[in-house]
C-alpha cells in the first residue's frame, strides 16, 4: 500500500511538472524533500518546455533527468530545452533518436540544431540516416534542407580539391620555381 501511495504522489508531481505547476513542486519538496523526487519530474517538464520547473529542479536537484526528457523535447519542437541540455552537458545529443524524433514531428528548426551544432563527429552516418528517416515519415521540407546541405558541403569538397594542385602548376610554372 504504501509503494502504491508512494508511486501516485511521483506520478501526480510528475504531471505537475509537466504542466508547470511549480507551486505544486514546490510544495511537494517541501514536504518530502529534494531527493523524493523521481527522474519522471524533469523528464516531464522538459518533454513539455517548462522552464521555470525545470530551472526549479535543476537548483534543488541538479543533473535529475533523463535522456528521455532531451528525446521527447525534440518530438515536440522545444528547441530552448535541447539546446539548454546540450549546452549544459546533461545530455549532450550523442544518440540519433533526438534528431529522428524532430524529423518524425518536421521540426525543421530543430533537425538544423542538431545538424549544424551537434553533429561533427560521424557526419556522413547521421546524414544519411536523417535522409532516411526524412522520406520515412514524408518531411519532404526537411528533406529537401537536408538535400541542400549535403549537396552544398559535396560541392565546398569537391571545388576546394582541384585548388591546391592548381596552385602548384602556377607556382611551378612562374620563373620563382628552381
Request: glycine share 6%.
Amino acid at each position: 500500500m504504501v509503494d502504491d501511495a508512494a508511486v501516485d504522489s511521483q506520478d501526480s508531481v510528475a504531471h505537475a511538472a509537466g504542466n508547470g505547476r511549480l507551486d505544486l513542486v514546490q510544495w511537494y519538496c517541501d514536504m518530502k524533500g529534494p531527493h523524493a523526487f523521481g527522474w519522471n519530474v524533469m523528464d516531464d517538464a522538459l518533454a513539455q518546455n517548462q522552464m521555470k520547473v525545470v530551472q526549479f529542479l535543476d537548483c534543488v536537484l541538479g543533473n535529475r533527468c533523463t535522456r528521455r526528457g532531451l528525446e521527447k523535447a525534440a518530438l515536440h519542437g522545444h528547441l530552448i530545452v535541447v539546446q539548454w541540455l546540450n549546452n549544459l552537458r546533461y545530455y549532450e545529443i550523442k544518440t540519433f533518436r533526438t534528431l529522428e524524433n524532430a524529423i518524425a514531428g518536421g521540426l525543421l528548426h530543430v533537425v538544423k540544431y542538431v545538424m549544424e551544432t551537434v553533429v561533427v563527429v560521424a557526419y556522413t552516418s547521421w546524414m544519411q540516416a536523417a535522409l532516411t528517416a526524412a522520406v520515412m515519415y514524408g518531411q519532404c521540407q526537411i528533406l529537401q534542407w537536408l538535400h541542400d546541405r549535403a549537396s552544398v558541403k559535396a560541392a565546398v569538397l569537391t571545388s576546394w580539391t582541384p585548388l591546391p594542385c592548381e596552385c602548384l602548376l602556377k607556382a611551378r610554372n612562374s620563373s620563382s620555381w628552381s
